[in-house]
């Protein structure tokens, strides 16, 4: 019997933050003043190569004043990429069209969009930002125009390079929220199989507990309970029931620390903790129920019991003890036959079977029918069958079925 043991729970990874930082947003804004700042210096030192002569066709207001403020306002616009993008998205690739300043931001805008990787979000922006550049150097000339065909397509490879960059930090998000999601289910299926093999533990600790405990003591309530009720035994037979008491009373103690033993540190079982009983000490248990008062008629066939695998033998006491203690309980004064039968290759039978009694069962041992339901269990997990149930209306049998292969 195993014993599981866990330490404080491994909390689960936090989920990447929806929200950015003060920082991650304060870089951005930095990043997109650096960009439009950048192409405005530029645009300033292309459409004035000199001072003292305006060129024809430029607005010098519109671009030394209106252009930055404009800017500024599209930089602004920034914090509101998150919660409407493709607004935001439009109005500053607008702003583009008056501002070569509002650049930066249009371009930090798009770039958000791209990450959102929802291309019917992505197309109508890009075809929107290729259409403003062009109708921008047609507005405002700096030079030789090109042809409208190759200004439309700079324009668009320039914008196809915002969006792939965006659309590759999204799918960078999205695998680090994929690679999140996989920790938390792992954590969570970890738990699950935690919280499984700690009640498969209890239900190992309650049946051995009961397969050590339940014999010791119902001999020790049965004694009792005729103390009680018996004011006229003789002397001797009282020593003998107050005997029995205190041998059981003091094995139950010593079976209960041992197992307590076992299940406080797995580890430290020596030599000293008695084996586990099997059906070599089965004479020693036949003899403990005869002195408790319950006859039992042994009918042994068993060939080469020494070849018997060591689980199936322990499988096999522990149903001859579950037999004999609850005919104890439910049918006193009954007569108990035990059979065993089986070799290797065909299997072992174990039978247990008693008359119903006349005399009144002792009310004082209770039955909640758990012993059997794990002796069920024990069987089918060692591979066998298990039948119990009254045969007729005066004969109980309790009958396992184990494998014994050769």
């Given at each position: 019997m195993g014993v599981v043991t866990a330490g404080a729970e491994t909390p689960l990874p936090e989920r990447i933050p929806d929200r950015m930082t003060w920082w991650t947003s304060t870089g951005r804004v930095l990043l997109a003043l650096l960009i439009g700042g950048g192409l405005w210096l530029v645009t300033i030192a292309v459409a004035f190569p000199d001072s003292g002569k305006e060129p024809a066709g430029v607005r010098p207001l519109l671009m030394v004043v209106v252009d930055p403020v404009v800017g500024v306002l599209?930089?602004?616009?920034?914090?509101?990429?998150?919660?409407?993008?493709?607004?935001?998205?439009?109005?500053?690739?607008?702003?583009?069209?008056?501002?070569?300043?509002?650049?930066?931001?249009?371009?930090?805008?798009?770039?958000?969009?791209?990450?959102?990787?929802?291309?019917?979000?992505?197309?109508?922006?890009?075809?929107?930002?290729?259409?403003?550049?062009?109708?921008?150097?047609?507005?405002?000339?700096?030079?030789?125009?090109?042809?409208?065909?190759?200004?439309?397509?700079?324009?668009?490879?320039?914008?196809?390079?915002?969006?792939?960059?965006?659309?590759?930090?999204?799918?960078?998000?999205?695998?680090?929220?994929?690679?999140?999601?996989?920790?938390?289910?792992?954590?969570?299926?970890q738990r699950a199989r935690v919280a499984q093999a700690r009640a498969a533990e209890r239900t190992d600790i309650a049946r051995e507990m009961h397969d050590v405990l339940a014999h010791r003591i119902s001999l020790v309530s049965m004694h009792a309970g005729l103390l009680a009720y018996r004011e006229d035994l003789p002397e001797e037979e009282r020593r003998s029931a107050v005997a029995a008491i205190n041998d059981n009373a003091h094995a139950a103690l010593t079976d209960l620390r041992e197992v307590l033993g076992v299940l406080r540190d797995p580890d430290s079982v020596s030599d000293s903790v008695a084996p586990q009983a099997d059906l070599t000490m089965l004479e020693d248990l036949i003899e403990t129920t005869r002195a408790a008062g319950t006859g039992v008629v042994l009918d042994e066939d068993v060939a080469d019991l020494d070849t018997l695998p060591g689980s199936i033998s322990r499988t096999a006491y522990r149903v001859v003890q579950e037999g004999l203690t609850n005919a104890r309980k439910h049918a006193p004064g009954s007569l108990v036959r035990l059979t065993l039968h089986g070799s290797a290759g065909q299997g072992l039978e174990v039978a247990v079977t008693n008359r119903r009694s006349v005399a009144q069962p002792d009310a004082q041992v209770p039955g909640a029918g758990l012993g059997l339901l794990g002796l069920t269990e024990r069987v089918e997990l060692a591979g066998g069958e298990l039948r119990h149930g009254w045969e007729g209306d005066d004969e109980h049998r309790l009958v396992a079925r184990l494998p014994w292969r050769p």
């Open positions: 599209a930089t602004g616009l920034l914090l509101l990429r998150r919660r409407l993008p493709m607004t935001t998205g439009v109005v500053t690739t607008l702003l583009t069209l008056v501002s070569t300043c509002a650049v930066g931001a249009q371009t930090v805008v798009l770039c958000s969009v791209a990450t959102r990787q929802r291309w019917r979000e992505i197309v109508p922006l890009t075809l929107l930002t290729v259409a403003v550049g062009v109708a921008y150097t047609r507005l405002f000339p700096t030079g030789e125009p090109l042809p409208l065909w190759a200004e439309a397509l700079i324009g668009l490879l320039l914008t196809a390079v915002i969006v792939a960059v965006g659309y590759s930090i999204g799918s960078r998000r999205a695998l680090v929220r994929a690679w999140v999601d996989r920790a938390h289910t792992a954590l969570a299926e």
